[in-house]
C-alpha cells in the first residue's frame, strides 16, 4: 500500500515568535554553587527545531568529575544520617520549586529538544509527581521486621544508602530522566554526581539553580559534558559507588564493563523496540490511535515507543489502512504551534533515522506513509509507517529511535508470542485484545518489563520501569527505585551476655 498524496500533505508548521526560554548561569553545579570549569572548552547547545543557538555549557574534564566526586563523599555521611521525613521534606520543596516555575521549565525544555508543548508539559508534571512520591516512599520504606530468626539471637535488618552514586541521563527526557534517578537516590540518602547529555543539559542545569537553597551543598552535583570523559570518569571512579545511566545499549554496556574493574553496582535502563500485538478480535480503531499516540509521542525518540507491530493476519488489512490513515494526520512543527509532533534531537540523530530509512527502502519494504525529511530548518522527518515488513527484516530487530513504525502480520498466538520476544530488547510491550483469558495468558509470556493491555506507553510513577534482556536491569520509579539506591544491612545480636 502506498500513499504518496498522504505523505505530501506533511509541512512544518512554525512558530512566529517564541519567548526567549531563560537560561541557567554557565559553569558545572558543584558543592551548591555553579563553578567554572577546569578548562576552557565548551560545546554549544541548540534548538534543534530551528537550528538556533541556545548557549554554550562547559565540555567537563576528568578534574571536574574529581571536584564534583569530591564534594559528594564529603556531604555523603551529614545527608545518609538525615532522617526520612527531612529527606522527604527536602524532596516535596523540590516538588514544589518545579511546579512554581513549570511554564519557564517547559519552554527551556521545548526549546533544547524541539518536543511540542503537549510532551513538555507531560514531562514536568511527571518530573513534580515523581518527587512527591519518592517523598512519600522514603517515609513509608519498609524492610524484613527484627526478630529471632536463628535461636538465642535477634536479627535487624538496616536499609542503608549505597554512598556516591554516579548519574548518566539521556537526552530524549532530559528533566523526567533527571528526576527519575536525583528523586530515589536522594530519598534513599546518598549523594550524586549528574551528568546530563551534552545535547540537552540545560533543564538539569535550570533545576539545580532552583534548588540551589533547598539541597545542602555537595548532595547533588552536575557535570555538564562527553560519555566519553565525564561519563568514563564517573564509572571508573574509586570512590562511586553505584553508577545509573538511562541511555543506549551500547552506552549501558561500556558503563557496564568500566565500573566492572572496580566491582561497583550498576543499575542500566537501555534501548527497547516494543512489540504490539493485535489480535484478531481487538478494537482496531483504538489500537490504531494507541500506535499513533504512543508510537510517534516525542517523535518516536522514546525507548517505549509502540514500534513494531504484529497484527493477526485476518485483520491486517483493516488495521493497516486505519493506522495509516491515523499517521496522515498528524501534524509536525516545532514548539509554539501546538503540533503533535517535533524534531529530531540533533543533526547526527537526523542522518541515522534517514539512513535507516534508506535501509528500509533498499530492502524493498513498503513506506506506507512518509519516510522523508521535512524542508527548511530544524530536524523534522516525516511520520512513516512500514507496512508487509517480513519476519527478519532489520527493522524489527534494530532501534530506529525515531518516527517509524512497522506492521508485520501473524497466524497464530504461538507465532505471535515467539515473534514478539526474538528481539534482543526486553523493555516493554503491548497486548492488544477483547478475549479476557487472552489478555490475561498472553502478558505472562512475553519477555518484557512492562505489559500493557489495550494501551501503550501509560507511566505510572507508583509503579517499575525497567527491562530484560538486551535493556538492562534495575528498576526506576516505584518503591523498587529506592532498593535499587540502598544496600541492607543484617546484625544479630546474641541474647547470652
Not at 564529603?74 to 520549586?97: F, G, H, M, Y
Not at 560519555?227 to 564509572?235: D, F, K
Not at 520476544?421 to 512475553?446: H, K, M, Q
Request: net charge negative; hydrophobic share 45%; proline share 5%.
Amino acid at each position: 500500500m502506498t500513499t504518496s498524496a498522504a505523505a505530501e500533505s506533511f509541512t512544518v508548521q512554525r512558530a512566529e515568535s517564541a519567548p526567549a526560554p531563560s537560561l541557567p548561569p554557565f559553569g558545572h553545579f558543584i558543592n551548591g554553587a555553579f563553578v567554572a570549569p577546569g578548562s576552557g572548552a565548551v560545546s554549544e547547545v541548540e534548538n534543534p527545531a530551528t537550528e538556533e543557538f541556545l548557549m554554550r555549557v562547559p565540555a567537563g574534564s576528568v578534574e571536574d568529575v574529581d571536584a564534583a566526586v569530591a564534594a559528594a563523599v564529603a556531604a555523603k555521611a551529614e545527608w545518609a544520617q538525615t532522617t526520612p521525613a527531612e529527606r522527604s521534606a527536602v524532596l516535596l520543596r523540590i516538588a514544589d520549586l518545579i511546579e512554581g516555575n513549570r511554564e519557564e521549565l517547559e519552554a527551556l525544555e521545548a526549546a533544547n529538544t524541539g518536543k511540542p508543548e503537549a510532551v513538555a508539559e507531560d514531562d514536568i508534571s511527571s518530573a513534580i509527581d515523581t518527587f512527591r512520591f519518592s517523598a512519600g516512599a522514603t517515609r513509608a520504606f519498609t524492610a524484613l521486621g527484627a526478630g529471632d530468626y536463628a535461636k538465642g539471637h535477634t536479627s535487624v535488618v538496616y536499609r542503608e544508602p549505597v554512598g556516591v552514586v554516579g548519574v548518566i541521563t539521556p537526552w530524549n527526557y532530559p528533566l523526567l530522566m533527571a528526576a527519575w534517578k536525583i528523586a530515589p537516590i536522594l530519598g534513599a540518602g546518598n549523594t550524586l554526581v549528574l551528568k546530563p547529555s551534552e545535547q540537552t543539559p540545560l533543564t538539569t542545569l535550570k533545576l539545580a539553580e532552583l534548588i540551589a537553597g533547598e539541597v545542602p551543598a555537595g548532595v547533588l552535583n552536575i557535570v555538564t559534558g562527553t560519555g566519553r570523559v565525564v561519563g568514563q570518569r564517573l564509572s571508573e571512579h574509586p570512590d562511586v559507588d553505584l553508577v545509573a545511566i538511562t541511555g543506549s545499549v551500547g552506552s549501558g554496556e561500556k558503563v557496564a564493563a568500566t565500573a566492572a574493574a572496580t566491582v561497583k553496582r550498576v543499575h542500566l535502563e537501555l534501548g527497547g523496540k516494543a512489540p504490539v500485538v493485535v489480535f484478531g478480535d481487538a478494537d482496531l480503531e483504538a489500537a490504531a490511535r494507541g500506535v499513533r499516540s504512543a508510537g510517534f509521542w516525542n517523535a518516536g525518540q522514546e525507548c517505549g515507543a509502540a514500534c513494531r507491530v504484529l497484527v493477526h493476519e485476518s485483520v491486517a488489512a483493516d488495521f493497516t489502512e486505519l493506522l495509516v490513515r491515523e499517521v496522515a494526520a498528524i501534524t509536525v512543527g516545532s514548539p509554539g504551534t501546538g503540533a503533535e509532533m517535533g524534531s529530531m534531537i540533533s543533526a547526527a540523530h537526523h542522518r541515522r533515522v534517514l539512513a535507516a530509512l534508506d535501509g528500509i527502502r533498499a530492502e524493498g519494504l513498503t513506506v506506507a506513509v512518509g519516510g522523508h525529511a521535512l524542508e527548511g530548518p530544524g530536524y523534522f522527518i516525516e511520520p512513516t509507517v512500514v507496512t508487509d515488513v517480513p519476519p527478519g527484516a532489520g527493522i524489527v530487530r534494530n532501534e530506529i529511535f525515531g518516527p517509524v513504525v512497522s506492521v508485520e502480520t501473524f497466524s497464530t498466538d504461538e507465532e505471535a508470542v515467539a515473534r514478539a520476544n526474538e528481539t534482543v530488547y526486553g523493555l516493554a510491550a503491548s497486548v492488544w485484545t477483547a478475549d479476557a483469558a487472552r489478555s490475561l495468558s498472553i502478558p505472562r509470556r512475553l519477555d518484557f518489563g512492562t505489559v500493557w493491555v489495550n494501551s501503550h506507553l501509560v507511566i505510572a510513577t507508583e509503579a517499575p520501569w525497567g527491562g530484560f534482556k538486551g535493556s538492562g536491569y534495575g528498576r526506576d520509579l516505584s518503591l523498587y527505585a529506592l532498593e535499587d539506591f540502598s544496600r541492607t544491612k543484617h546484625v544479630m545480636y546474641s541474647h547470652g551476655r
